[in-house]
C-alpha cells in the first residue's frame, strides 16, 4: 500500500511538471503577434476610381503589390499618397506593379482608377506587406511567465530564434503562393478570353464558308442550264 501511494506521488509530480512546461511554452507561443500581412480582390467597375488606406507607423516599411486579373487590356492606374497629400508613385495603364515604401505616421492613401475605360471593368488584386510594425508592448515580456527552464536544460532564447524563422519562412511561403494564386487567375483569365474569342471567329469562319460553298454551286450549275425555249 505504502509502495502504491508513492507511485501515486511519483505520478503526479511528473504530471504537474509536464503540465507547467506545456504551460509556458503556451505562453510563449501566445505571444507572438499575428501577420500583419494581407490581401484583396475586388471589381473596379468601369469610369470609376477606388482608394483605399493603410495607417503606418515611424520607421516601418510598406510594400504594396497589384495585378490586374481580368478586363479587357488588363490595365489600370495606380497612385500612391503619402499622410501630407504627396503623390510617391504613380503606374498609368499598367498590368502589375510593386513599390516599397519607409513609411511616417499617418494614414497612407493608394487608388485604382479605371475612368479612361468607359466599357470594361477589371479585376484587381492587391497585397499589403508591412514590416516593424511593432506594438507597444516589450518583446522581451513573455520572459516573466516562464520558470524552471532549467529542469530541462534548454535555451529559450534558441527556440525563439528558431520559431522566429519557421515563422518568417512559412510567411514568405504563404506570400509566395497567394502571388502564384494570382498569377494563375489572371493566366485561367487570358485563356478563356482566347478560347471566347478563337470560338466566335470560327463561327464566323464556318458560316462563311457555308455562304461560299452554296454561292458558287448555284453559280455552277447555272452554267450548265439551257434557257432557250423548246418549241415542239
Request: charged share 25%; with cysteine; net charge negative.
Amino acid at each position: 500500500m505504502a509502495l502504491t501511494m508513492k507511485m501515486v506521488r511519483v505520478f503526479l509530480c511528473g504530471l504537474s511538471v509536464f503540465v507547467s512546461l506545456v504551460s509556458e511554452r503556451l505562453v510563449v507561443l501566445a505571444a507572438f503577434s499575428q501577420s500583419l500581412d494581407s490581401d484583396f480582390t475586388f471589381t473596379l467597375p468601369a469610369g470609376r476610381k477606388e482608394c483605399f488606406y493603410q495607417t503606418m507607423k515611424n520607421d516601418a516599411s510598406l510594400e504594396i503589390e497589384y495585378q490586374v486579373l481580368d478586363g479587357a487590356g488588363l490595365d489600370v492606374d495606380f497612385t500612391v499618397f503619402s499622410p501630407s497629400g504627396q503623390m510617391l508613385f504613380s503606374d498609368y495603364h499598367k498590368s502589375d506593379g510593386v513599390h516599397t515604401i519607409d513609411t511616417e505616421e499617418g494614414d497612407y492613401m493608394f487608388c485604382f482608377d479605371n475612368t479612361f475605360s468607359s466599357v470594361s471593368e477589371k479585376l484587381i488584386f492587391f497585397e499589403l506587406i508591412l514590416d516593424n510594425m511593432d506594438t507597444d508592448e516589450d518583446p522581451d515580456d513573455w520572459k516573466e511567465y516562464v520558470h524552471g527552464t532549467d529542469i530541462l536544460d534548454m535555451k529559450l532564447e534558441d527556440i525563439m530564434d528558431t520559431i522566429n524563422n519557421v515563422k518568417a519562412r512559412l510567411g514568405k511561403s504563404s506570400q509566395i503562393q497567394t502571388l502564384l494564386r494570382a498569377f494563375e487567375a489572371r493566366d485561367r483569365n487570358i485563356q478563356e478570353s482566347n478560347f471566347e474569342r478563337v470560338n466566335f471567329w470560327s463561327v464566323v469562319n464556318l458560316i462563311a464558308m457555308v455562304l461560299v460553298s452554296g454561292v458558287q454551286v448555284y453559280l455552277v450549275r447555272s452554267l450548265f442550264e439551257d434557257k432557250r425555249k423548246i418549241r415542239t
